[in-house]
């Protein structure tokens, strides 16, 4: 069954438009929630409206306002809202394309499907999905969501239209305050070369069915348990291994066997082993015969 579309109305550019629909790329569904509950009843606790002078209220005498100083607020009711009409509305109007890549993923926000909405409208949709997959190209568009407007890139994806909203830039921190104290030297030569080679090593193609959510797995593995009055069997958590310096590391790190990255695994399927402990000490020349042989059969 197709989901209910988020947004109906039409795609546009210049004078050719066609009637499209929104559908959410994404569901939380399938993630694992709680309720409040209280301790001894157990009966669900209700998220009442609470005035400090009057106390419970109805969620009826509830209005919008906008603080615009300190606890001075500005009535905003819902004629207010329907007096605020734009053309994204009900049109996403395509304003300008993009290369597909250019668009920095710190900006990126929500991702929906677009499709044609019905078949009258699938032949311009084909036209358009088709001229920005040869060009390489992401149209950038606007529309109203939630009673928002909306930046969005719009793009080719199989055989419909993928859709991402965009951040606006006043919401997106600089990094000045998080990385200006970081060093912006170059590196030791040897361990540069060291890590690159590492890298190498564990390449692999990203398939996001290796990365299962091992956290939520094992949490419905002990809520399992708990409904059969079981005692949830915790599973440790890894020991941390001695503390090595950074070119040691490397070396010990690429002296290991090559093997491909493992697939992840729940926690409720087996307990997490001990981390190896890091065995210090070891000759130089060792070292970088083990680190030769390591790169060697990454490479057959």
């Known amino acids: 069954m197709v989901p209910r579309a988020s947004w109906k109305g039409y795609l546009k550019l210049s004078l050719v438009s066609c009637p499209v629909r929104l559908y959410p790329a994404t569901s939380a569904s399938e993630r694992i929630t709680f309720n409040q509950l209280h301790k001894k009843t157990h009966n669900r606790i209700n998220m009442k409206p609470v005035d400090p002078e009057l106390g419970l209220v109805e969620r009826s005498d509830l209005v919008k306002g906008y603080e615009y100083e300190d606890k001075q607020y500005i009535i905003i009711d819902d004629a207010d809202l329907e007096a605020v009409r734009i053309e994204s509305n009900h049109t996403m109007n395509i304003e300008a394309f993009v290369d597909d890549h250019s668009v920095d993923v710190i900006y990126q926000d929500a991702p929906y499907y677009l499709a044609p909405d019905g078949a009258m409208a699938e032949e311009t949709f084909v036209v358009l999905r088709e001229a920005m997959r040869k060009s390489g190209k992401l149209a950038i568009a606007r529309l109203v969501l939630s009673s928002r407007e909306r930046v969005v890139t719009i793009g080719a994806r199989e055989n419909g239209m993928f859709v991402c909203t965009l951040r606006?830039?006043?919401?997106?921190?600089?990094?000045?305050?998080?990385?200006?104290?970081?060093?912006?030297?170059?590196?030791?030569?040897?361990?540069?070369?060291?890590?690159?080679?590492?890298?190498?090593?564990?390449?692999?193609?990203?398939?996001?069915?290796?990365?299962?959510?091992?956290?939520?797995?094992?949490?419905?593995?002990?809520?399992?348990?708990?409904?059969?009055?079981?005692?949830?069997?915790?599973?440790?958590?890894?020991?941390?291994?001695?503390?090595?310096?950074?070119?040691?590391?490397?070396?010990?790190?690429?002296?290991?066997?090559?093997?491909?990255?493992?697939?992840?695994?729940?926690?409720?399927?087996?307990?997490?082993?001990?981390?190896?402990?890091a065995k210090g000490g070891a000759k130089e020349n060792q070292l970088k015969a083990d680190l030769l042989k390591a790169v060697g059969k990454s490479k057959g």
């Open 168 to 277: 606006n830039p006043n919401e997106v921190r600089g990094t000045a305050e998080y990385f200006g104290n970081i060093p912006a030297g170059k590196p030791d030569p040897e361990m540069l070369e060291l890590a690159e080679a590492l890298i190498k090593q564990k390449e692999t193609t990203f398939d996001p069915k290796n990365y299962e959510d091992r956290y939520e797995i094992a949490l419905m593995a002990m809520i399992r348990q708990k409904l059969k009055g079981h005692k949830p069997i915790i599973a440790a958590a890894p020991e941390r291994g001695n503390v090595i310096n950074l070119m040691d590391a490397l070396k010990a790190s690429l002296s290991q066997s090559a093997k491909p990255p493992a697939k992840s695994k729940s926690k409720a399927d087996e307990g997490a082993k001990p981390a190896a402990k």
